[in-house]
C-alpha cells in the first residue's frame, strides 16, 4: 500500500453520511455485551462469528446483522454501540457523521424506543465534546415491515424531534418500493425532517425506485443509489438538483461482488454528488478510510478525485452553513 495515498486520506478530514449505527458491531463487542446480558452465543469466539460472515446478497447479509443485534439490550448498550463507532470515526479522522439507527429492529424484540435513542444521544454527545466529531442522527425504517408501523414508530419520535434530523428506508428492498412509505415521509417532511431512501444496487426494479424517489418521495438525498447511471435522464435530474448519493464502496463489493470504483468514476464525470461511506463497517471490515484506500488499490482514484468525494460529503450533509464551512476550509488546507 503506498503510505503517501495512505497518509493523504487519514489526513482528509471526512464525513459519513451512511453508517448503520447496527452495522457498528463488532464481534468482540458481540461477546462483551451477551456476557453482561446473559445471553448464550452459538460461537465460541469473535473469530468464529467473523468466520460466519458469509454474505453474497442482501438478504443473506440482512440475516445475519438482525440476529446479532438481540445482544443490545439496554440504554448503556447503545451509548457503547455507538461511542465504538464514534472512537473509530474520530482515530480516521472523520469529523462529521449521520449515522443510521433501525428501531423497528429493536422494539420487535421488545426494547423500548426510548431506551435506544437516548443511548445513542448520549453518545453523541459526548463524542462531539470529547472526541470532535459531530452528528445528527436518521431514523430508518423498515422496509420489510408495514407502513402502518413505520408510521407508529414515527409517532413514537415525536418527543425526540430534537434528537434527529431525519428519515431514511432501509433493510429488504425487494417488492418494497418508495411508494410504499409515500405518507409516512410526507408526514415526516411535515415534521421538518430530511428525506433519504436506500436505492440500493441492482435491485429488482431498481431503476422505478430511484424514480418514486425523486418524483413522488422527493427525497433530499438516495442511499447507493448506482443504478441511476443506466439512465440519462435520473442522472440529469440527480446532478441538476445537485442530491448526493451515498455510495458504499466495500458494501457493494460484499453484496454485489463489484466496488463499483467504474461507476463512481462515472457519477463525478457527470457532475453527480457522490459520496463515500462504509454502510456496515463492522461486518464489511471496512470503515471509511479502507473504503477509500479501496478505490485507490482498484482503479488509482487521484488525491483530486479523493478531495472532490469528500467535498461533497461535506457539501451534500445535513450540517449547518456554518459548520459545512468550517469542514470544507479544513479539508482545503490538505495537499
Ligand atoms: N441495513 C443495514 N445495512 C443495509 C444495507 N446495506 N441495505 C439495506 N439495509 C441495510
Ligand atoms: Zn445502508
Known amino acids: 500500500m503506498p503510505s503517501e495515498m495512505h497518509d493523504f486520506i487519514q ?18 463487542h458481540i461477546f462483551s ?13 469473535p473469530a468464529e462469528v467473523v468466520a460466519a460472515y458469509d454474505f453474497h446478497d442482501l438478504p443473506s447479509f440482512l440475516k445475519i446483522y438482525y440476529a446479532a443485534m438481540d445482544v443490545l439490550r439496554t440504554e448503556n448498550d447503545f451509548y457503547e454501540l455507538a461511542l465504538h463507532y464514534f472512537r473509530r470515526a474520530a482515530a480516521q ?5 449521520e449515522p443510521f439507527f433501525d428501531p423497528q429492529a429493536h422494539t420487535s424484540r421488545g426494547v423500548a424506543f426510548d431506551t435506544v435513542i437516548n443511548g445513542i444521544q448520549r453518545a453523541q454527545l459526548e463524542a462531539a465534546e470529547k472526541l470532535g466529531v459531530q452528528s445528527n442522527l436518521i431514523m430508518c425504517f423498515l422496509r420489510d415491515m408495514s407502513a402502518e408501523s413505520a408510521a407508529e414508530h414515527l409517532a413514537m419520535a415525536k ?6 434530523i431525519g428519515v431514511g428506508l432501509d433493510s429488504d428492498e425487494k417488492d418494497n418500493p418508495p411508494a410504499k412509505f409515500a405518507a409516512v415521509f410526507a408526514e415526516a417532511r411535515q415534521l421538518g425532517l430530511k428525506l ?3 436505492c440500493d444496487v441492482n435491485q429488482k426494479d431498481i431503476l422505478g425506485h430511484i424514480r418514486e424517489c425523486l418524483d413522488l418521495i422527493e427525497v433530499d438525498r438516495i442511499d447507493h443509489g448506482v443504478n441511476a447511471l443506466e439512465d440519462d435522464a435520473l442522472c440529469t435530474e440527480i446532478a441538476r438538483r445537485g442530491l448526493g448519493l451515498t455510495v458504499c464502496p466495500v458494501s457493494n463489493r460484499f453484496v454485489v461482488q463489484d466496488l463499483t470504483s467504474k461507476e463512481i468514476r462515472a457519477m463525478l464525470d457527470k457532475g453527480m454528488k457522490a459520496t463515500i461511506n462504509s454502510d456496515d463497517p463492522a461486518y464489511f471490515r471496512a470503515y471509511m478510510n479502507e473504503n477509500l484506500q479501496a478505490l485507490v488499490d482498484d482503479a488509482d482514484f487521484t488525491k483530486e478525485e479523493l478531495k472532490t468525494l469528500t467535498r461533497n460529503a461535506f457539501e451534500v450533509s445535513w450540517a449547518s452553513d456554518e459548520q459545512k464551512a468550517s469542514f470544507i476550509s479544513r479539508l482545503d488546507q490538505v495537499h
Open 11 to 28: 489526513q482528509l478530514p471526512k464525513a459519513e453520511l451512511h453508517v448503520h449505527l447496527e452495522g457498528t458491531l463488532e464481534p468482540e
Open 159 to 164: 418527543p425526540h424531534l430534537d434528537k434527529i
Open 33 to 45: 455485551l451477551a456476557a453482561r446480558n446473559d445471553i448464550e452465543l452459538e460461537y465460541k469466539t
Open 196 to 198: 433519504t431512501m436506500h
Open 93 to 97: 479522522n472523520v469529523v462529521y457523521v
